[in-house]
DNA sequence: CCGTGTATTGACCAGTCGGACAATGAATGA
DNA sequence: TCATTCATTGTCCGACTGGTCAATACACGG
């Protein structure tokens, strides 16, 4: 007996939702048709009619995923700082923070990044995600290095450092909280980032 | 008809070296005892007779990963550079190029990286793992802050930082390969790294 | 030469997966 | 009011999974 019309446009939003809650709790393995089903409350046949394939549902997911963690917004109060090292210096202690609440999301970002390895349309969209990251820090970065123009570290170079920081923090403190001190990192991640200006060298 | 006998313990690492061509092609959720088993021309039944559970066979090859490529070894060229900061610097440029060649291998580390998420002995080992590669900066480190020591960088915080310039590094090339400039990276990280030492400012 | 233990096989099982599909219900327009 | 459209359901299917197990062939000690 099918039950009652809802035909909006919400469904497939709904889907993915339901998709999200089930990842963060089992992992992207766990995102099988019938668990995301039962999650919503659907017949699984009825989330295949919105989702052709399942490789389509765990695409919307990837948006889901990269929308809600890996985007980076340069907050107004990091953006007025005057002085471009202690403003990288802030951006990256911003992301840091971020980073530390919630960490599930991330989790799944890291889950898909390692999907990417093998799948191509994945892979590009994490690495264009990463790429525009990347351009975030890159502004800074040009700015910072504009001064001390002989040195050989390039603004691209310095924002896919301070992108490594930020994910390697990650990765570290996800892997075991135990032997990883995050407060002693984040010092020495902003102090590293801002004694680049001072001298040439 | 049983096959002829074999019965040495060469049949684990045998099947252990099976699963880990298995893994290299397929990734880790290809490794399936059948395709293990047909991998080492064996019949499945085999594999199980001696991996009782297919997690001791995945743990198995966990160490095999492990082992191949999460080994840090100070090359003696490095070990015998006097002043620590270039040392550290070249240590980290040694890592960087060793990551180059071959990154099958770091993929399936980082694939393990995301199993460990959610499964805790793997999340276990792989912490460890981890920690001791730490542990081969963290000597130098303290070498390298030991007279300037008014600075908030800790010995162990520099190390997990080098830590995150590598695997930072192995996350962006392997995703995107095209937008990152792999020797722009080099030069600044040790760039990065060298300039440590001066200025304790 | 013959049992005994064990390495090895293949068949089998229950479960789960993605996907196809006919049947059914509800809304909608004529 | 009735036919049409389409969202929704449950069922069914084939493929594949991890795991069990009886049957078998081989090596070896007596």
Same mark, same amino acid.
């Given at each position: 007996m099918p039950g009652p019309k809802a &035909?909006?446009?919400?469904r497939r939003e709904q889907i993915v939702t339901a998709a999200y809650e089930v990842a963060l709790r089992t992992g992207i393995d766990g995102v099988t048709l019938r668990a995301v089903a039962a999650k919503a409350k659907l017949s699984h046949g009825l989330v295949v009619f919105y989702f052709k394939k399942k490789d389509h549902l765990i695409g919307a997911l990837l948006d889901r995923v990269l929308a809600t963690t890996a985007m980076l917004h340069v907050s107004k109060d990091v953006a007025r700082i005057p002085h471009a090292p202690e403003r990288l210096g802030a951006l990256l202690r911003q992301e840091l923070d971020r980073l530390s609440l919630d960490p599930r999301g991330r989790r799944l970002f890291f889950e898909y990044w390692a999907l990417g390895v093998r799948r191509v349309l994945i892979r590009r969209r994490i690495g264009a995600a990463l790429e525009r990251y990347r351009a975030a820090f890159r502004a800074i970065a040009e700015e910072l290095l504009a001064p001390a123009n002989?040195? !050989?570290?390039t603004p691209d170079a310095l924002a896919a450092v301070a992108v490594s920081l930020i994910s390697g923090y990650a990765l570290q403190a996800m892997i075991d &909280? !135990?032997?990883? !001190?995050t407060g002693a990192y984040r010092m020495a991640a902003q102090s590293l980032m801002e004694r680049l200006a001072p001298t040439p060298a």
């Amino acid at each position: 007996m099918p039950g009652p019309k809802a &035909p909006e446009e919400t469904r497939r939003e709904q889907i993915v939702t339901a998709a999200y809650e089930v990842a963060l709790r089992t992992g992207i393995d766990g995102v099988t048709l019938r668990a995301v089903a039962a999650k919503a409350k659907l017949s699984h046949g009825l989330v295949v009619f919105y989702f052709k394939k399942k490789d389509h549902l765990i695409g919307a997911l990837l948006d889901r995923v990269l929308a809600t963690t890996a985007m980076l917004h340069v907050s107004k109060d990091v953006a007025r700082i005057p002085h471009a090292p202690e403003r990288l210096g802030a951006l990256l202690r911003q992301e840091l923070d971020r980073l530390s609440l919630d960490p599930r999301g991330r989790r799944l970002f890291f889950e898909y990044w390692a999907l990417g390895v093998r799948r191509v349309l994945i892979r590009r969209r994490i690495g264009a995600a990463l790429e525009r990251y990347r351009a975030a820090f890159r502004a800074i970065a040009e700015e910072l290095l504009a001064p001390a123009n002989g040195t !050989d570290v390039t603004p691209d170079a310095l924002a896919a450092v301070a992108v490594s920081l930020i994910s390697g923090y990650a990765l570290q403190a996800m892997i075991d &909280p !135990d032997n990883f !001190d995050t407060g002693a990192y984040r010092m020495a991640a902003q102090s590293l980032m801002e004694r680049l200006a001072p001298t040439p060298a």
